[in-house]
C-alpha cells in the first residue's frame, strides 16, 4: 500500500482544502479537498460520518473523504493497469495524482504515456504527459508529475 499521509498531504497541495462546497473551474459542486459531488457523491457511510455537509465540513472530514478517494483510485488503477503494482511508490503516487484530477477513466485515455511507464521509458513517459490538455490545463502541477514520473522523485 502507498504511504497515504504524503499522498494525502501532496494532494492538498495540489487541489487546495476548502471546507464549503463550492463550484470548481469546471463548474461541479465540490467540497474538501477536491471532492467533486456531482460525479462522485458520498456514500451512504460517509454521509453518516461528516453529516450535513452542504453547510461545511470539518478538516477531519475532508480528509476522511479525500483518504476514501485515494482509496478508490488505488484499487482501481490497481486493476485496470497490469504494470501498477510493480512501479516504485513515487511513480504509483504520479499516477494516483493524475487520476484523482482527470479520473481514472482520463487518466487511462494517456496510451503512449501508460505505454512508456509499463517499458520503464520514464523520459518519454514524462514528455508525453507535459504533450496533453491536462498538462496545459493544471501547469505547474502537471510538470511535478511528469518530473516525478521521469525521476522517481516529488518534489515541490
Known amino acids: ?53 452542504k453547510h461545511g465540513i470539518s478538516k477531519c472530514s475532508a480528509m476522511y473523504l479525500l483518504r476514501n478517494d485515494v482509496k478508490r483510485i488505488y484499487k482501481d488503477l490497481k486493476k485496470e493497469l497490469s504494470f501498477f503494482n510493480s512501479l516504485d511508490q513515487e511513480r504509483q503516487y504520479a499516477l494516483i495524482d493524475m487520476a484523482f484530477n482527470i479520473g481514472v477513466w482520463g487518466l487511462l485515455g494517456f496510451k503512449k504515456m501508460l505505454n512508456a511507464i ?34 522517481g522523485v516529488f518534489s515541490l
Open 1 to 53: 500500500m502507498i504511504d497515504m499521509y504524503n499522498v494525502c498531504q501532496r494532494l492538498v497541495v495540489h487541489e487546495g482544502l476548502r471546507l464549503q462546497p463550492y463550484f470548481c473551474s469546471k463548474n461541479k459542486l465540490t467540497i474538501g479537498v477536491g471532492r467533486c459531488i456531482d460525479t462522485n457523491p458520498l456514500t451512504a457511510e460517509e454521509e453518516r460520518v461528516v453529516g450535513d455537509w
Open 118 to 151: 509499463e517499458k520503464g521509458n520514464y523520459k518519454l513517459a514524462a514528455k508525453e504527459c507535459l504533450n496533453s490538455k491536462y498538462a496545459k490545463d493544471v501547469g505547474i502541477r502537471a510538470i511535478r508529475i511528469a518530473n516525478t514520473i521521469e525521476t
